[in-house]
């Protein structure tokens, strides 16, 4: 049995992730060069689906120590994260981004590929948290596994995300176990519902970051 949502197990994510999402390096380094601009000093940060704790990491070699939290409803991950973190101040949480009780206090929420799990509802909730997280004129930057909009879309898509999976290094079952979780274990959504989810949370400034093949990261500021 897998101890969290994604296709690996949490000791085997760090070594295996760039094998699934192979431009995974530039969701990380897209997040922090946004952050640059949009939020040069910040003071504090929730990262919600922190996962192993790569992002923390490198947000606290960018921008120094601040306060942070890191979140994520998989016990195995966050005990990664915490020795990644052993030598920072850092508070952990174990809870999914629509199960948290929310204070404005934070200049930066990030949620990099945590949502997609969630079904319509759950995700606007989660969003909303995000939201209710952030001091006013804080930024929210989010990075998620796209579905679109057309059937030849998907498919080109699909193929394409396949073919990188197999360039990156991954086996051909691994591959198409990995392909056949969509629409079954994760649940993406246009770019188009990623914008409005955004807006309805209440978010002023919608924009999206990046875009390549099936992924896809927005930012927002409230
Ligand atoms: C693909 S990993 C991404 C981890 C990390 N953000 C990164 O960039 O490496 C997805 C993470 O989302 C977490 N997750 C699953 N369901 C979630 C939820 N409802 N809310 C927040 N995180 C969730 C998983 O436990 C896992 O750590």
Redesign the pocket.
């Known amino acids: 049995m897998r101890d969290?949502?994604?296709s690996q197990a949490?000791s085997e994510?760090?070594a295996n992730?760039h094998k699934?999402?192979p431009r995974?390096h530039l969701?990380?380094t897209e997040t922090l060069d946004l952050v640059k601009t949009a939020m040069p000093k910040p003071e504090a940060w929730f990262?919600?689906?922190?996962?192993?704790?790569?992002?923390i990491l490198q947000a606290i070699e960018c921008f120094g120590e601040m306060k942070i939290v890191a979140?994520?409803?998989?016990e195995e991950?966050l005990s990664i994260a915490k020795k990644k973190l052993a030598d920072y101040q850092v508070t952990y949480m174990q809870?999914?981004?629509?199960?948290l009780v929310c204070t404005d206090n934070f200049d930066v929420v990030?949620?990099?590929?945590?949502?997609h799990?969630?079904s319509e509802e759950?995700r606007k909730q989660?969003t909303k948290n995000c939201y209710k997280l952030l001091k006013q004129g804080g930024v929210y930057i989010t990075?998620e596994t796209i579905r679109p909009t057309s059937r030849l879309g998907m498919q080109i898509g699909l193929e394409r995300w396949q073919n990188a999976q197999l360039l990156s290094g991954k086996d051909t079952a691994a591959v198409a176990k990995h392909i056949n979780r969509y629409g079954i274990e994760i649940f993406p959504i246009t770019i188009q519902e990623h914008i409005d989810i955004l807006r309805e949370a209440g978010f002023s400034t919608v924009e999206v970051l990046w875009v390549s093949c099936m992924q896809a990261g927005f930012y927002a500021i409230k």
């Open positions: 969290n949502k994604t949490a994510y760090d992730v699934t999402l995974y969701f990380l990262d919600t689906g922190c996962g192993t704790g790569t992002l979140a994520d409803p998989a991950m809870a999914g981004s629509e199960e990030t949620a990099i590929m945590s949502h799990y969630l759950l989660a990075f």
